[in-house]
């Protein structure tokens, strides 16, 4: 039935995903998700996700609005039969099956990612700067992920299966310079919204909203690298 195709559709982009934490422009400390696994006693899988675009090294195939993200160990066991990052090296990568096809790629490969680097200012800012710059690097293919392998992994309400590279965690964070930052958080396990929403208040720290308390003559600052 129609139905029964599109809950299969959905289960295969969040896995066993049952809620998520999603902020897109903004990076909030890795360790965030141990402190909610210990509270939740689930899983709790940390995630930077980017946009961006991949192509070939001589330029014949590309792909552009391609999810860039960067996942550990606890990503994969929430919706893949497989773990592929294990003896993943930081240049390793995978790229689901609408990617390769895409890109005519296979595992072997070499591609060149392009991501737009983050920043501290909005975008909208007069002093932001241009809004196309972005931070290139290569990969190697070392799989394909396929739908049983999380290689659907979207959290947008699409039937169309995004274009997706994964690669280590540590390093799209080293080469985005957001050591242990992340901005999506996947929470496994059966925990209810409102014991969730309790240990995020309880785990939440002024440094995973970009904010510093510092001691000055006379008082406090609260400071932000963020304008």
Same mark, same amino acid.
């Given at each position: 039935?129609?139905?029964y195709t599109l809950e299969q559709?959905?289960?295969?982009?969040?896995?066993?995903?049952?809620?998520?934490?999603? #902020? @897109?422009?903004?990076?909030? +400390?890795?360790?965030?998700?141990?402190?909610?696994?210990?509270? %939740? &006693? =689930?899983? /709790? #899988? @940390?995630?930077?996700?980017? +946009?961006?675009?991949?192509?070939?090294?001589?330029?014949?195939? %590309? &792909? =552009?609005? /391609?999810?860039?993200?960067?996942?550990?160990?606890?990503?994969?066991?929430?919706?893949?039969?497989?773990? %592929?990052?294990?003896?993943?090296?930081?240049?390793?990568?995978?790229?689901?099956?609408?990617?390769?096809?895409?890109?005519?790629?296979?595992?072997?490969?070499?591609?060149?990612?392009?991501?737009?680097?983050?920043?501290?200012?909005?975008?909208?800012?007069?002093?932001?700067?241009?809004?196309?710059?972005?931070?290139?690097?290569?990969?190697?293919?070392?799989?394909?992920?396929?739908?049983?392998?999380?290689?659907?992994?979207?959290?947008?309400?699409?039937?169309?299966?995004?274009?997706?590279?994964?690669?280590?965690?540590?390093?799209?964070?080293?080469?985005?310079?957001?050591?242990?930052?992340?901005?999506?958080?996947?929470?496994?396990?059966?925990?209810?919204?409102?014991?969730?929403?309790?240990?995020?208040?309880?785990?939440?720290?002024?440094?995973?909203?970009?904010?510093?308390?510092?001691?000055?003559?006379?008082?406090?600052?609260?400071?932000?690298?963020?304008?």
């Amino acid at each position: 039935s129609v139905r029964y195709t599109l809950e299969q559709q959905a289960l295969a982009r969040v896995g066993g995903a049952q809620l998520a934490l999603s #902020a @897109p422009g903004h990076f909030f +400390r890795e360790n965030l998700a141990i402190g909610l696994m210990d509270d %939740l &006693a =689930a899983p /709790v #899988a @940390p995630l930077l996700a980017m +946009r961006g675009t991949v192509s070939k090294p001589d330029g014949t195939r %590309l &792909a =552009a609005n /391609v999810q860039i993200v960067g996942v550990n160990g606890r990503f994969w066991p929430l919706g893949s039969d497989k773990d %592929l990052s294990m003896g993943a090296s930081a240049e390793d990568a995978a790229a689901n099956e609408r990617l390769a096809l895409q890109l005519g790629a296979h595992a072997g490969d070499t591609l060149v990612v392009r991501v737009e680097e983050p920043s501290y200012l909005s975008r909208d800012a007069p002093l932001s700067g241009r809004a196309d710059t972005s931070t290139a690097f290569r990969v190697r293919l070392r799989a394909i992920a396929r739908d049983a392998q999380f290689g659907r992994f979207s959290l947008q309400p699409s039937q169309i299966p995004p274009m997706t590279v994964f690669m280590p965690l540590q390093a799209l964070q080293t080469q985005l310079k957001r050591h242990a930052r992340v901005n999506t958080l996947l929470v496994g396990g059966d925990p209810a919204p409102q014991r969730a929403e309790a240990a995020l208040r309880k785990n939440w720290t002024l440094a995973d909203a970009d904010l510093e308390l510092r001691e000055i003559p006379g008082g406090l600052e609260l400071r932000t690298a963020r304008i």
